[in-house]
């Protein structure tokens, strides 16, 4: 479904230039569920946003269901992220005047969907990431990290696309809330059979996922497992 | 949550910094509007004082001019050639008449007798041979004063008490002897002002002294004429007056092809001055004098014109101003939402989408400040546009009261007889309707004057939203995210 092929991404920061992906290559099926994990620093976003199609690579490609995301114009970019890609982002990046409602039913607005239908799928991802209703109506900066976090999952969840990416999705939960969006997502690979990318630090996620990568150096290497874990 | 309604809560984010951008914008916009009302009120008065008194000329017989002076009369024939002259668009020839209330008439002509006096105290074509007195049942509405007394003691006779004469004019075509249509205030014209007819149009304070009103007669020379209408010239000397159709007079005064003057009208302002040296040439520099009516106003209008161009000027700058801040503070408002667009971006939003949202938040925030300030400027144009107006033209003011000041002085030196007594009883004639004109202008908001100005700004702000609104969204998302 996703391949990766030796993907670089490097920044000039004075007169050096880093490189926190250098060479990344690697393959995702279809309803997979895998995790990457990695130092602070090591590129684990930098390589996210590049399978998001949110920064462009300086050499390499990603295929996505056969199509080439490097031979891409702009405007068709913009609507494999709204169709395909379900991004959460490590600060959340929700518009802050807007309610927790209105920030889930955005991309449904993009991509065309009736107003009640946009409310009536909104109310129902906010529930399944155990917003409480009250908090619906919340504008998103009155509301806690933990809060914000589970509504950029929803948002992310919304046009039920088929690749997400997840960044850190549960690094401001505590450890039950942690268990459900854990418990959500890989319910959405197995049973919507979407394909699910997460970055983590955190060990009983990382545990939960099929395969797991380990980003070092720029570089991207497969955790061998001795068993499937579910 | 539609693309509108976030943009207009997006507007009232910062409800402090909304409201001072609305009033910025509406001062702005306001003062645009005004300026924009003002040049259209000028224009319109330009245009309405070149069309009413710029393509007129005057023919009067040479050597003479209204009762004065002496030289051969202006005849039909005449009227015949200029009308032929190029550029010519109507000829209307008046012939003027003075009409003597009858008691003072037989006092004041005693010595010759008669009611039909062809010639004046001079007798032939010496002063006021042209405009001959006839008698009427008519009482003047204007007082003789202490001018008019003065102004009769000149003559041959003295008279302790005198009632001042009354103009009859002859017209060819329902004008005054300006050229300016009258304004019939009830009653209908004369229809034909070519054929005789015992009808006649009469002054409103000369039908008010006289209990006229319409379908009442009076007499001149014993026969009986029918009021059809009443006028109102604007000026008390203009409103003691009668006009009849041009035979009817020319009947009157029992000299049926003469001319008093002819109302020439050039068909265009920039043909006036060729046109009155082809009807100089045409009719003879010995036989006519051609006068450009009314031609000090030239002034007026050019002072006029320039501040029409200022008040252009002043428009273009307010508008200009109203778009500076409205660009400044979207491509701001812009800037400080990048991330926001890096958002939206980022989650699926078409760069059309991002572009409408900011463009109607911009377009709020004018619409608020155009509202505001269509109010300010209804409330100031009003007064800017009349103290524009009334500033420039103190020039043609001051002309002007030289001029009547040069009448009122000479009158008493005895150097002007006769019409300088008929000036006298009220405001110079022309001049009086004129600067009435000039000083009546007022700035009335037109609504196509509105919408002109507001489209004008609405361009701008769209302009201004959706340019840096592209420009950002044209950036890779993750770039924006991170911000600066
Ligand atoms: N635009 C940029 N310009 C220069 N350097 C950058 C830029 N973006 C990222 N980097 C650098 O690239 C490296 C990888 O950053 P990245 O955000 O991918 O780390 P990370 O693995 O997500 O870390 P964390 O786990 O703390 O989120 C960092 O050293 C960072 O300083
Ligand atoms: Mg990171």
């Known amino acids: ?230 | 949550m539609s693309v509108l309604a976030r943009s207009v809560g997006n507007a009232f984010r910062n409800k402090i910094r909304t409201a001072a951008v609305v009033a910025v914008l509406a001062v702005a916009i306001g003062l645009a509007l005004a300026m924009l009302v003002a040049n259209q009120a000028v224009g319109a008065k330009v245009q309405e004082l070149n069309a009413s008194v710029g393509t007129t000329l005057t023919v009067n017989p040479a050597g003479g001019q209204g009762f004065e002076g002496g030289g051969e009369p202006l005849t039909t024939t005449e009227a015949q050639t200029v009308a032929s002259v190029a550029n010519v668009t109507s000829v209307v020839g008046t012939k003027a008449l003075r009409l003597q209330t009858a008691s003072t008439t037989t006092a004041s002509t005693g010595a010759t007798t008669g009611t039909t006096q062809q010639a004046g105290p001079g007798g032939g074509f010496g002063p006021g041979g042209q405009q001959p007195t006839v008698s009427t049942n008519l009482t003047a509405a204007v007082d003789a004063g202490t001018l008019g007394n003065r102004n009769s003691s000149t003559g041959s006779t003295t008279q302790p008490t005198r009632t001042l004469p009354i103009t009859a004019t002859g017209t060819g075509a329902e004008v005054d002897s300006t050229g300016k249509a009258l304004n019939i205030t009830s009653g209908t014209g004369l229809g034909d002002y070519t054929a005789a007819e015992a009808k006649a149009l009469v002054g409103s304070s000369l039908a008010e002294k006289n209990n006229l009103t319409v379908g009442s007669t009076f007499t001149v020379q014993d026969k009986t004429f029918t009021v059809a209408g009443i006028f109102d010239a604007g000026t008390t000397f203009g409103n003691n007056a009668v006009y009849v159709t041009l035979p009817e007079a020319q009947a009157l005064a029992a000299t049926p092809d003469e001319l008093s003057t002819m109302i020439v009208t050039v068909n265009s302002m920039e043909n006036v001055d060729s046109t009155k040296t082809a009807v100089q040439n045409a009719l003879g520099t010995d036989k006519a004098d051609v006068t450009q009516g009314q031609r000090n106003l030239e002034t007026a209008v050019s002072s006029l014109n320039s501040v029409k161009n200022i008040s252009l000027i002043a428009f273009i700058a307010a508008l200009a101003t109203a778009g500076i801040i409205i660009l400044l503070i979207m491509v701001m408002l812009v800037r400080e939402r990048r991330r926001e667009i890096g958002v939206l971006k980022a989650i699926g939003a078409p760069n059309r989408t991002i572009g409408l949202q900011f463009v109607l938040e911009s377009l709020v925030l004018v619409a608020l400040g155009s509202v505001v300030g269509a109010v300010i400027a209804s409330l100031a144009s009003g007064g800017i546009a009349s103290a524009l107006i009334s500033s420039n033209t103190t020039t043609t003011a001051v002309t002007r009261t030289q001029r009547g000041g040069g009448l009122a002085g000479a009158v008493p030196n005895g150097s002007l007889p006769g019409g300088g007594g008929f000036q006298g009883g009220g405001q110079g004639g022309p001049f009086g309707g004129a600067s009435q004109l000039l000083t009546s202008v007022t700035a009335s908001v037109s609504p196509g004057v509105l919408a002109a100005g507001i489209a004008a700004v609405f361009a701008v702000a769209i302009i201004g939203a959706l340019v840096p609104a592209l420009l950002t969204a044209r950036i890779r998302p993750i770039e924006v995210l991170r911000g600066e």
């Open chain 1, 1 to 230: 479904m996703i391949v990766v092929k030796d993907l670089v991404r490097q920044f000039k920061s004075g007169d050096r230039t880093i490189k926190p992906v250098n060479g990344v290559s690697f393959e995702l099926g279809k309803g997979s569920l895998a995790s990457i994990v990695g130092k602070s620093g090591s590129g684990k976003s930098t390589l996210l946003s590049l399978l998001g199609a949110l920064d462009k690579p300086t050499s390499g490609d990603v295929v996505v269901d056969g199509v080439s995301l490097a031979g891409l114009p702009d405007g068709k970019l913009t609507e494999y992220r709204r169709r395909d890609i379900g991004f959460v982002f490590q600060q959340f990046n929700l518009i802050p005047n807007l309610s927790a409602l209105d920030n889930v039913m955005l991309p449904l607005e993009f991509a065309g969907v009736r107003k009640s239908a946009r409310l009536q799928r909104a109310k129902e991802l906010l529930e399944q990431v155990q917003l409480d209703p009250e908090k619906h109506a919340r504008r998103t900066n009155r509301l806690s990290g933990g809060e914000q976090q589970r509504v950029a999952i929803a948002r992310a969840l919304a046009n039920e696309p088929k690749l997400i990416l997840a960044d850190e999705p549960t690094g401001n939960l505590d450890e039950q809330t942690g268990e459900h969006i854990i418990e959500l997502l890989s319910s959405l690979s197995r049973d919507d059979n979407t394909t699910i990318l997460v970055v983590t630090h955190d060990r009983s996620l990382a545990q939960k996922t099929e395969r797991c990568f380990r980003l070092q150096q720029g570089r991207l290497t497969e955790e061998v497992r001795s068993g499937s874990r579910r």
